[in-house]
């Protein structure tokens, strides 16, 4: 069975910084491409970052490059977002996900999806 579950949401001022969690099911998180969506309210869900499992690519949204990063951690099946510099803009709900395809997470269509943490900027 697979499984992505996020945590680390919450309430920021802007300019504050948080960290999202994302632990995966093992066979996902050593094989699988990954990424991080967010859906803001009444807008799609939109791509932050997708990156493959061995690290060779990594595709971040123009809107974040600069002020969010991945990082996994092996040992935990864990990957996270650090995002720092936040902003009203980036308040959304922040899904982690994961397919086979890296092409899939790029067209914004992964198989499998986490529930969602929320993340609001306060301005």
């Known amino acids: 069975q697979v499984q992505l579950v996020e945590s680390g949401g919450g309430l920021v001022q802007a300019g504050g910084s948080l960290r999202l969690s994302c632990t995966a099911s093992?066979?996902?998180?050593?094989?699988?491409?990954m990424g991080w969506f967010r859906q803001a309210p009444g807008k799609e869900r939109d791509l932050v970052v997708a990156?493959?499992?061995?690290?060779?690519?990594?595709t971040y949204a123009d809107s974040v490059k600069g002020r969010f990063t991945i990082s996994r951690d092996n040992a935990k099946n864990t990957v996270y977002l650090q995002m720092n510099s936040l902003k009203p803009e980036d308040t959304a709900v922040y899904y982690c996900?994961?397919?086979?395809?890296?092409?899939?997470?790029?067209?914004?269509?992964?198989?499998?999806w986490g529930q969602g943490t929320q993340v609001t900027v306060s301005s």
């Open positions: 990156f493959t499992s061995s690290g060779g690519s990594t």
């Open positions: 996900a994961a397919d086979a395809s890296y092409s899939a997470l790029l067209a914004r269509r992964p198989y499998y």
């Open positions: 093992g066979h996902i998180f050593s094989r699988y491409p």
